[in-house]
């Protein structure tokens, strides 16, 4: 027991690079995306919003033609 060789082996290291960089990237990349896109889609919302509330306050909107 006593001339056993207990140490751990190390790991060899890796033969090709992580690509943990590009996944980051591509994760920056779709989250700035999201971001714009809901911001152009909050946008549309308020402009279609302001837009009826405008017609309501003036009385143009006309139901059934």
């Known amino acids: 027991m006593k001339d ?13 690079p992580s690509h943990s960089q590009k996944r980051q990237k591509n994760l920056v990349l779709q989250i700035a995306l999201g971001v714009f896109l809901g911001g152009l889609a909050l946008w549309l919302v308020q402009l279609a919003a302001t837009s009826l509330m405008t017609k309501l306050m003036l009385g143009s909107l006309t139901f059934g033609g």
């Not at 056993?4 to 090709?16: C, Q, S, T």
């Open 4 to 16: 056993d060789d207990l140490r751990a082996e190390r790991d060899e290291p890796e033969r090709y």
